[in-house]
């Protein structure tokens, strides 16, 4: 390229260093993790990170991290280590044979995680068939002094660092001494970092080599002698589950709940956007979560959720230690969505999990540049919304689980009485004349105490009962308030408009004399006004209906009902142009909650609403049919529809496909729960529409 005369250069000021070092590596622990990887990339089997003095401060306290792998040399050093943004393992994506392993370090920032952890730092390297070692200096207090001069301009890249040859101590590898440490560090630091350290490489990762990481600390126990770092965490979990692909078939396993069956079955999909997955979780119940707490009491190890391995090295995020559950970094939310949710969700406190991806199978999953966050794409949300959709099917099978364990403590519960009944009866035929005063009093008195005791059962047996009662009362009118909000937030804006046109015209009938010249007008300005207000009134009615939700269970007419809900929601039919089709037996009538009926209504008009926004032409069409021992209901609408493998999962609480337009995710819930109540089923089928939309069939049994 010629030069120019009117050109200017990119320059960097000498307080780099610290932008890239302690200003973006934010933890000690991701220090740490930056360096080991860098041992990994040499082809290192083995890692030792000492700790010498670090409990309190002394002139000789250091880090020393010393690997086995293939060393540098001097043009290694120049041309890659002290090169800011080195493309080399961009350029070369894999470690020198026979490792092979796959580059993890690609940002060529890495290297300034020693500015996190020193001030000073020692570089001794050596590579396999070299007679001397080279060692480099580097003061970062050099950079600081000249940073804090303000009226003069040094260049990062004008400051020497001094190198020089001694002879060799060690074969081969990278010695890194990092002097003059910044923190002190405390056993409980040190736990934590081989916590932490021990989850840098999957569990599951099949690796041609080893590569060990050994923690060593003379001060405390037990890393006063070299101690290999391993995760046992996942052995105390009490369930856990597999997902793999099929590159050959192009297949991704994810997990679908059988209803019938009551189970989890493993099914395949087209390749998702984000790319194929491996998806290891260990779910820790209340036992397991005990086990777990009991082995590593009296340390900071905790079940601390989800981890995002590429090529089996954990990428982002790195650890980041927070006391308080609060404070913690929660990147993909598993807390921020069970703290949001009203049923069961798991949280980063109840599972760890492996999430492997690859390089080259995941380009668009990529980790921010300060390692505690994924960049935004479109493909790492579809990812998370993957990851959540297997954690909530799985949450399936441990409900049920959960629910037969308590209907078997019930039983045992129930035996237990029976039991105390037989032995009260044993104590009573005991209680007789011909046998000894004194027994017979102990014997009457043990009798009188078993029959307390019974009674105890029984008042506990009816406590428990009448909770559950409570527990589902509570649920039902929680449903109801949200079928009433989504109704509300329907059509709040056309109830709006409405006022807004009934002041209109009542302003120009105040306003306006009457004459028979304007007869007509005043007529017609009246009679509009009368029809907008009974359509308000048909909504406020139908509103006032949901404050009777513990209504018992009778037999309804289905017609009288669906055409109550559709009339309420006239106004914004309306003025959103939706052409509506009902057709419904007059005849039929269901036994149940008409109230709750009234919501599985609601809230499919609510959810087609949704659906059929973007449309020129809206179509909701509803019709109900009497079989020989059923009703049988298809609801559809010609809207954007719902993808075959999603037919079982919009049916879950807090899961939609309609976020964007102001769902959450309750609305099917809702319609399920209740259909499931009067013993029915709602399921979503080809749609009515041919090719587009979607048709809910609901059943609903007619035997009380």
């Known amino acids: 390229m010629a030069k120019s005369k009117n050109a200017l250069k990119w320059r960097f000021d000498v307080n780099t260093f610290r932008l890239l070092g302690r200003d973006l590596i934010t933890d000690r622990i991701t220090a740490l993790f930056e360096l080991v990887k860098n041992s990994y990339d040499a082809n290192a089997e083995n890692v030792t ?29 120049e041309d890659k280590w002290m090169v800011i943004g080195s493309n080399s393992k961009r350029n070369q994506l894999y470690s020198p044979k026979p490792y092979e392993r796959r580059y993890i370090g690609e940002k060529g920032i890495g290297r300034f995680a020693v500015d996190k952890l020193g ?4 570089i001794r390297t050596k590579q396999k068939n070299d007679k001397k070692e ?35 101590t060690f074969e081969k590898g990278t010695i890194l001494e990092i002097l003059l440490p910044r923190d ?10 081989d916590k932490e350290l021990s989850r840098l490489v999957s569990p599951f990762h099949e690796a041609k080599y080893p590569f060990n990481i050994n923690l060593l600390a003379s001060e405390y126990e037990p890393y006063n002698s070299s101690k290999i770092v391993v995760s046992k965490e996942k052995d105390f979990a009490s369930h856990s589950f597999e997902l793999d692909y099929d590159l050959k078939k192009g297949k991704q396993e994810y997990l679908f709940f059988d209803t019938k069956k009551k189970q989890l079955i493993i099914k395949e999909a087209e390749k998702p956007s984000f790319g194929f997955i491996k998806f290891h979780l260990f779910y820790f119940d209340t036992d397991a979560k005990a086990r777990f707490n009991s082995f590593y009491k009296n340390t900071s190890t905790n079940i601390d959720g989800l981890k995002i391995y590429r090529d089996g090295i954990l990428t982002t995020p790195f650890a980041e230690y927070e006391a308080e559950d609060s404070k913690r970094r929660d990147v993909l939310g598993l807390n921020k969505r069970r703290w949001r949710a009203t049923f069961d969700r798991i949280g980063s406190r109840e599972i760890i999990g492996y999430i492997e991806i690859t390089r080259e199978g995941n380009p668009a999953i990529v980790d921010s540049t300060n390692r505690q966050d994924f960049l935004g794409t479109r493909e790492y949300r579809e990812l998370k919304d993957f990851i959540f959709d297997q954690l909530d099917t799985f949450m399936k099978t441990y409900k049920v689980e959960r629910a037969e364990k308590k ?25 007789k004349p011909q046998n000894d005063k004194k027994q017979a009093e102990v014997i009457k008195t043990l009798s009188q105490q078993v029959e307390k005791l019974n009674d105890g059962f029984k008042a506990i047996n009816t406590e428990y009962k009448e909770a559950q009662k409570d527990e589902k009362r509570k649920e039902k009118m929680y449903f109801s308030l949200m079928s009433l909000s989504l109704f509300a937030a329907n059509v709040s804006h056309a109830v709006r408009t409405t ?5 209109d015209d009542a302003q120009f009938i105040s306003e306006e004399k009457f004459t028979l010249a304007n007869k007509e007008l005043y007529q017609k300005y009246a009679d509009r006004i009368f029809r907008e207000i009974q359509r308000l009134l048909k909504v406020v009615d139908f509103m006032l209906k949901y404050a009777k939700t513990d209504l018992p269970s009778e037999y309804f007419n289905v017609n009288e009902i669906i055409q109550n809900v559709f009339d309420a929601h006239e106004t914004i039919f309306l003025q959103n142009n939706i052409e509506i089709k009902l057709d419904i037996d007059s005849n039929i009538s269901v036994f149940g909650n008409k109230v709750f009926f009234q919501d599985i209504i609601t809230n499919l008009i609510s959810n087609s609403i949704k659906a059929i926004e973007g449309n020129l032409k809206k179509v909701i069409q509803c019709t109900a049919k009497a079989n020989k021992n059923e009703m049988q209901i298809s609801f559809s609408d ?33 319609v399920k729960t209740n259909i499931e109540t009067m013993g029915g089923n709602v399921e979503v089928i080809d749609s009515e529409f041919k090719g587009e939309g979607t048709t809910f069939c609901l059943t609903i049994p007619f035997n009380k």
Do not use: C
Not at 119 to 122: A, I
Not at 184 to 193: E, F, G, H, I, Q
Not at 409 to 424: D, H, M, V
């Open 49 to 77: 990170i000492e700790f010498s003095n670090i409990g309190k401060r002394h002139d000789d306290s250091k880090i020393i991290i010393k690997d086995d792998g293939i060393g540098m040399s001097l043009k290694d050093i």
């Open 119 to 122: 001030q000073y730092v020692r």
């Open 134 to 168: 080279l060692v480099v200096t580097i003061n970062w207090q050099t950079y600081e002094d000249l940073a804090k001069k303000k009226k003069t301009l040094k260049l990062f890249t004008d400051i020497e660092n001094e190198y020089h040859y001694e002879k060799s």
């Open 184 to 193: 002190l560090w405390t056993l409980d630091d040190l736990v934590r970092a």
């Open 407 to 431: 209907q078997k403590r019930l039983g045992a519960f129930s035996e237990s009485q029976k039991t105390l009944k037989s032995i009260q009866k044993t104590f009573e035929k005991l209680q």
């Open 499 to 503: 006022i807004y046109s009934i002041k």
């Open 638 to 670: 010609n809207g954007v529809g719902i993808p075959i493998n999603k037919w079982e999962k919009v049916f879950d609480v807090y899961y939609t496909t309609t976020a964007d337009q102001g769902g959450a995710g309750v609305g099917l819930y809702v």
